[in-house]
């Protein structure tokens, strides 16, 4: 039984952990581009609307900002970028 709390305790700082780099990245993304609107945050999914005739520059500032936490110790993360005109499945 004791090896469970472990296993529940060890989640829950790693869940803990990636919600706290996900505020933060949220953050920075609205402190450096105010324009954008942030309408949704879902497990590890950022949904945010743009201007459409600079979607793709927004887009890859976002993933570098996303993946960017030299305070965490963390190994290298990869942001997965999609964009479309609606919450259907989107494009890359």
């Known amino acids: 039984h ?19 780099m996900f505020r933060i990245a949220m953050t920075r993304i609205h402190d450096e581009m105010p324009e954008l609107e942030m309408l949704l945050n879902v497990y590890d999914s950022i949904l945010i609307h743009a201007p459409e005739d600079r979607i793709h520059g927004y887009a890859k ?22 964009i479309g005109d609606s919450l259907r499945p989107s494009r890359s």
């Open 2 to 20: 004791g090896c469970n709390y472990h296993y529940k305790a060890s989640a829950n700082l790693i869940q803990g952990a990636v919600a706290e």
């Open 61 to 82: 500032r976002c993933a570098e900002i996303v993946v960017d936490f030299p305070v965490f110790d963390t190994p290298a993360m990869i942001a997965d970028v999609k």
